[in-house]
């Protein structure tokens, strides 16, 4: 589904990766671990259109995607969540999710989507008509999630969305992304500073080091190698 061929990108000619290849095919959960400044959002935001690659490839159901705006790659069916929720803090819960909804102008569409959304997240039904910056952090992220629900994302990218959140909430979000993926069949690829819990819901993932990938394997084989328990787990 995603092919990301020896994908380079800089700022001001700094190099933040370099060479990144990875793929994530139809129906996985795949994670993408690292440190601080590994290069993982700036991974999320190439593959999503917000930055332009030096060079390589990026390609999305054999589609070439470096080089197209976001609002066309929403449209393709790939939507990412970004660090830090980004909510429109003085719009409505029920107005953020509709911004989500800008591919689909079907109203009734638009309304089974959101329903969807509140089944997901019944916090979100609860809350609709408050504005999104007076929501707890656990309740914007439930936001930013459903905001990219959304779109009808068949790929759904995240970026650190334990982010801030205590233990339990992140447990939660985790959850729903398990349960998005094995009950839905959507396809995710998370970037996530909770390693552990992050492989142990993965299929597959990625480990990336100064903008390189330095490992690739089976979730369960990565959170039992000697590199990740003692570079993240501190075992």
């Given amino acids: 589904m995603l092919v990301v061929d020896k994908l380079s990108v ?65 449209g393709m069916g790939l939507a990412l969540t970004p660090e830090g929720r980004r909510l429109f803090s003085r719009m409505s819960v029920y107005e953020n ?47 930013a999630i459903g905001r990219s629900l959304m779109s009808q994302p068949r790929l759904l990218m995240l970026d650190e969305p334990s982010l801030g959140l ?3 909430l992140v447990d939660q979000i985790l959850e729903t992304l398990q349960r998005l993926n094995q009950e839905r069949g959507m396809t995710i690829l998370l970037v996530e500073q909770n390693v552990r819990e992050a492989l142990e819901i993965a299929h597959r993932g990625y480990v990336l080091q100064s903008g390189r990938i330095v490992a690739a394997d089976d979730a369960n084989t990565l959170l039992h190698s000697d590199l990740v328990r003692r570079a993240y787990l501190g075992i």
């Fill in 166 to 168: 205590m233990p339990l």
């Fill in 10 to 74: 800089s700022y001001d000619e700094a190099p933040a990766l370099r060479d990144v290849s990875l793929e994530v095919t139809q129906g996985e959960l795949v994670a993408i671990i690292g440190a601080n400044g590994a290069g993982k959002s700036t991974l999320l935001k190439a593959i999503a259109g917000l930055l332009h690659p030096d060079a390589g490839s990026i390609r999305f159901d054999g589609q070439e995607l470096a080089g197209r705006p976001p609002y066309e790659i929403v």
């Fill in 97 to 143: 999710l509709l911004v989500g909804a800008t591919p689909n102008r079907d109203q009734e569409a638009r309304q089974a989507l959101m329903k969807e959304v509140f089944d997901l997240f019944p916090r979100l039904k609860e809350r609709q008509k408050q504005k999104a910056g007076t929501l707890s952090g656990g309740e914007q992220q439930m936001l």
